[in-house]
């Protein structure tokens, strides 16, 4: 089966594509998007091209452009064209040249896709890609996930030309004439995937000469079977995971007992900014004491008691409100306060997140804020005894995460309320008291 023909069978059998639909195509002016490009256009399928210059390399920039312009003028195919400003970009985002790169291609040919009614957006790709990617991924250590190579289609882009390799393309590219430039950078070990390209596979094809076509073969295979991975791994998450509120509990019994351990933990914790490095400090924490943790970028993971617990990271944004006057509202981003002066009720309100407190007491500005270290008020129904807050939260077993939440209504340096728990007794409503401030938490 010669290319052509070995394209379209794939197109239609390994990629979900409809001969109607028009597909955009990411064509660079190299000799792979070139041969994508012929292929299109000689199996008389609907598509437009789309061509970025990213100004890096300037006349050979130019050039590239002008070669994909010819042709698509040549052959009556509708072109979208951009030149970035990429090193601009690359400075002001402060990232490199090759990943600014690929934000603004990816960005740009899903607005182009969307604008023009294109149903997809077809990449060159090639089965030497998919090696030169397992190869990288399995350097990184990014787990099985990273052994399924390039996949052939995902969300609005597909890889019509993974089946081939580069030897098949030059061929096919010689065999019809097909004009392409080559990109100067491409021979080139600056980047990670051209050193890869130039330095370890031509080591590994003198010894395998087909190793391309057997690593594609396992990607193939490694794919299928990262697909009864996951269906083990969601299975497991299901036993293990319980949800309260925005947290997620993890038992430490019934997660000492699952094998592989450090498999299925670094499954558990990955979709939360950890990474397979810190899956040996997570294991520590089953030994350790109740209050240890490990962060990630956005997460944390406390041991409290008999739990793992998977926690947002707390922000220190807003931890001293100023109130000045009733009626008010104040959002705090995790709880939301309401302030407002009534008539002494003939009935105090028994919720703990609700404090009636004698207004005759209370002098503005109030203060609420977190509580810190040293904290203590005497508590309602205790006969004025003094208590430590950090003892009321020890007594209430709460765990470290939620502590870090709690808030103080503070008066003159005097605690009013410890917020969502206990009135402090120096304010509480007494039979001369006539209105009274009414404080009301809600969290979300």
């Known amino acids: 089966m010669d290319l052509s023909a070995q394209f379209l069978h794939n197109l239609i059998n390994r990629i979900s594509y409809q001969p109607n639909e028009r597909t955009l195509l990411t064509v660079s002016g190299g000799v792979d998007s070139m041969v994508m490009a012929e292929l299109f256009l000689s199996n008389n399928l609907s598509f437009g091209v789309a061509h970025c210059n990213f100004q890096l390399r300037g006349a050979e920039s130019d050039g590239d452009e002008q070669l994909v312009t010819e042709w698509c003028t040549l052959n009556n195919v509708p072109l979208h064209t951009i030149r970035f400003e990429t090193k601009k970009h690359s400075e002001e985002w402060k990232k490199g040249t090759q990943e600014t790169a690929r934000i603004l291609r990816y960005e740009w040919f899903e607005q182009i896709r969307k604008e023009h009614g294109y149903t997809q ?237 004698d207004l005759a007491k209370v002098e503005f500005p109030l203060i609420l804020r977190k509580w810190k270290t040293g904290d203590y008020l005497y508590p309602l129904g205790m006969n004025m005894k003094k208590k430590k807050v950090s003892k009321l939260l020890i007594d209430a077993k709460m765990p470290i995460h939620e502590k870090e939440h709690v808030w103080v209504l503070e008066c003159n340096k005097r605690i009013v309320w410890l917020t969502g728990m206990r009135l402090d007794e120096r304010f509480k409503v007494r039979d001369s008291s006539e209105q009274v401030l009414v404080v009301t938490k809600k969290s979300r």
Do not use: W
């Open 121 to 357: 957006i077809a990449t060159a790709h090639h089965a030497n890609d998919n090696v030169e990617t397992l190869l990288i991924n399995l350097f990184k250590g990014t787990g099985i996930a990273g052994l399924h190579g390039i996949l052939p289609e995902q969300n609005n882009i597909i890889r019509p030309l993974l089946f081939a390799n580069k030897a098949d393309i030059h061929a096919f590219a010689a065999q019809m004439n097909i004009r392409y430039r080559e990109d100067a950078s491409n021979a080139s070990d600056d980047y990670l995937r051209n050193a890869v390209r130039l330095n370890i596979i031509p080591a590994v094809l003198e010894s395998f000469p087909n190793a391309i076509a057997s690593v594609n073969e396992s990607i193939t295979r490694f794919a299928e079977s990262e697909l009864l991975y996951r269906k083990a791994i969601a299975a497991e998450q299901k036993k293990l995971i319980e949800k309260r509120g925005q947290d997620l509990y993890i038992p430490i019994l019934k997660l000492r007992h699952k094998q592989p351990l450090a498999t299925i933990v670094y499954e558990l914790i990955h979709p939360y900014g950890f990474n397979s490095a810190q899956v040996p400090h997570v294991l520590g924490l089953l030994e350790s004491e109740s209050g240890h943790f490990v962060n990630s970028t956005s997460h944390r993971i406390i041991k409290n008691r008999d739990f793992l617990i998977i926690t947002t990271l707390p922000t220190t944004s807003t931890d001293f409100i100023p109130v000045a006057a009733a009626p008010c509202i104040i959002d705090t981003g995790k709880d939301h306060f309401s302030f407002a002066i009534e008539n002494k009720p003939k009935e105090l309100d028994k919720d703990a997140h609700v404090a009636v407190i």
